[in-house]
C-alpha cells in the first residue's frame, strides 16, 4: 500500500521560509512524477512543483519560481520543497502527491498524502 507522509507545515511571517518533506513508502517511484499540489481557502487546488524520479525534471508554478525548489532524497525515497520568500497568498493546505508517469491534470495524480497546513502571516 503506497504512503505518502507529509512533514513541515506550519505558521510563518510573510518574508519567512518552511520546508516540507514528503516520504514515500509502498513501491518503487522510479516510473514516477512526485510533487506537491495546493490548495487555498475558497480555490481550487492547484499543482505546485513536480519532480521526475527517472531523470530529475522539475516544475513550478508561475507563482512560485525563484521562491520555491523541490528537490529528492533517493535512498529515503523523499520529495523535499524549500519555500523561500514567503507571502500570505502562499497560505493553503499542501498535498503531496504521486503520479505514475508524469500529471497533465490534478486527475492523472495516483496517490495523495494528507496534506500539511501552510498559514504566512502577513
Known amino acids: 500500500q503506497v504512503q505518502l507522509v507529509e512533514d513541515g507545515g506550519g505558521l510563518v511571517q510573510a518574508g519567512g521560509s518552511l520546508r516540507l518533506s514528503c516520504a514515500a513508502s509502498?513501491?518503487?517511484?522510479?516510473?514516477?512524477?512526485m510533487g506537491w499540489v495546493r490548495q487555498a481557502p475558497d480555490k481550487e487546488r492547484e499543482f505546485v512543483s513536480l519532480i521526475s524520479w527517472s531523470d530529475g525534471s522539475t516544475y513550478y508554478a508561475e507563482s512560485v519560481k525563484g521562491r520555491f525548489t523541490i528537490s529528492r532524497d533517493d535512498p529515503h525515497a523523499t520529495v523535499i520543497l524549500q519555500m523561500n520568500s514567503l507571502r500570505p497568498e502562499d497560505t493553503a493546505v499542501y498535498f503531496c502527491?504521486?503520479?505514475?508517469?508524469?500529471?497533465?491534470?490534478?486527475?492523472?495524480?495516483?496517490?495523495w498524502g494528507q496534506g500539511t497546513q501552510v498559514t504566512v502571516s502577513s
Open positions: 509502498g513501491r518503487t517511484f522510479t516510473s514516477y512524477t
Open positions: 502527491v504521486a503520479t505514475e508517469g508524469y500529471p497533465r491534470h490534478l486527475t492523472d495524480v495516483d496517490f
